[in-house]
């Protein structure tokens, strides 16, 4: 009789127990620290597809006036578009593409500061990729998370995407010289975002014409 | 939302692990998801299974765990999961709230999530 030695010894386990989701929230950490000791504001600009995110950017750096002190990362699926719309207010801009990503990453932003020469930068802004989903679980380590909707999504955007207002800052909402033609309430949107976020500053803006800019420029502390 | 690009990223650990240690086919890999996390649980398995295609994982079985979440909500101080109902679907995540009180204003201690626990191989 023959005796089939069992297989199994050659059957192995590797344990790794590694956090796919936290090795994000640990880049971000360090992205932080980066930014508290070169002493530079961080500031995540979140929101919807063509809510003005760009636009609101644009119109801040207008009237903050400090030329190359700011620096923008200009995050979008593959054109250089907003990057270039965004230097012709005498930014430092470095644009970052996520190819098929729908959220720009703690490690996307690492490797760009590390790209970037933030010697003499104060404020860091950064234009995450349109997308009211993503980027809620992937925290850059920006000191503030700014998310920016318009009446053009319509009246049920805060319902329908309650995560990423949780953990925003500040909410902004844009083109209101359109909601009357758009049939939006902009107090039942706010009604929501207090609901969800109750102590964070809700701000009407229109970015074409600078109508509100200026709140968020004092919510975000960048008077100086 | 993003499960390609996690579960790229997961093949990605799962190959350089094999690699690294002994080599040989990897038969099965165990990973254990958070129900606070926008990552579709058949989604995931779909995408692992395709990217695996090709590679010593061809064939492994995907054996996905969900973690349930527990909340600790800052208004009524409430301790615990959240209401049960459709786990990992985005629908079940937009309307979490406090199951006590309603509040969207809680500490989310458990269910974030996304671990790759290990892989099981043969030489
Ligand atoms: N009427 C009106 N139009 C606006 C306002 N803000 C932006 N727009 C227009 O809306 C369009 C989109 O603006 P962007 O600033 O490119 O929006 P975005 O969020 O950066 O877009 P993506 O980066 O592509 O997601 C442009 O045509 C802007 O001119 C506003 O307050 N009112
Ligand atoms: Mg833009
Ligand atoms: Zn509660």
Redesign the interface.
Same mark, same amino acid.
């Not at chain 1, 098929?100 to 959220?103: L, Q, R, W, Y």
């Given at each position: 009789m023959k005796i089939i030695k069992s297989?199994r010894s #050659?059957?192995? =386990?590797?344990? @790794? $127990? %590694? =956090?796919? @989701?936290?090795r994000n929230r640990r880049l971000a950490k360090e992205n932080r620290k980066r930014f508290d000791h070169s002493n530079i504001l961080a500031i995540d600009i979140m929101g919807s597809i063509g809510s003005g995110k760009t636009s609101l950017i644009k119109s801040i750096l207008k009237r903050l006036g400090l030329g190359k002190k700011v620096a923008v990362i200009a995050g979008d699926l593959t054109t250089t578009i907003d990057a270039e719309r965004i230097e012709k207010e005498g930014a430092r801009v470095i644009q970052v593409n996520t190819g %098929? #990503?729908?959220?720009l990453d703690a490690n996307l932003i690492r490797q760009a500061i590390e790209r970037m020469k933030l010697g003499g930068v104060k404020v860091l802004f950064v234009e995450n990729v349109g $997308?009211l989903?993503?980027p809620?679980?992937f925290p850059l380590g920006a000191h503030k998370r700014v998310v920016v909707i318009s009446v053009t999504e319509g009246a049920y955007t805060l319902i %329908?995407?309650?995560?990423i207002f949780?953990e925003a800052d500040v909410i902004v909402l844009n083109k209101i010289d359109l909601a009357k033609a758009m049939k939006v309430n902009s107090f039942q949107l706010e009604k929501d975002a207090k %609901?969800? $976020?109750?102590n964070v500053p809700f701000i009407k803006t229109n970015a074409l014409s600078g109508m509100g800019v200026s709140k968020i420029i004092n919510v975000l502390g960048l008077r100086t | 939302m993003h499960e390609f690009s996690v579960s790229s990223e997961i093949v990605k650990n799962v190959l350089d692990a094999t690699q690294k240690n002994k080599g040989g086919k990897v038969l099965s890999i165990q990973l254990e998801i958070g129900e606070l996390t926008f990552l579709n649980v058949e989604q995931v398995t779909f995408w692992i299974i395709e990217l695996f295609k090709g590679s010593v994982a061809e064939g492994a079985e995907v054996k996905i765990k969900t973690i349930n979440a527990r909340i600790h909500c800052k208004v009524c101080g409430y301790k615990g999961g959240i209401r049960s109902g459709q786990k990992n679907s985005l629908r079940h995540l937009a309307l979490c709230s406090c199951p006590k009180c309603n509040s969207f204003q809680f500490k989310t201690e458990r269910g974030q999530e996304c671990v790759l626990r290990r892989i099981k191989a043969v030489k």
């Open positions: 297989k #050659e059957i192995f =386990d590797i344990e @790794l $127990n %590694k =956090d796919l @989701l936290a %098929k #990503e729908c959220h $997308n989903i993503c809620g679980e %329908k995407h309650p995560y949780r %609901k969800i $976020n109750p | -």
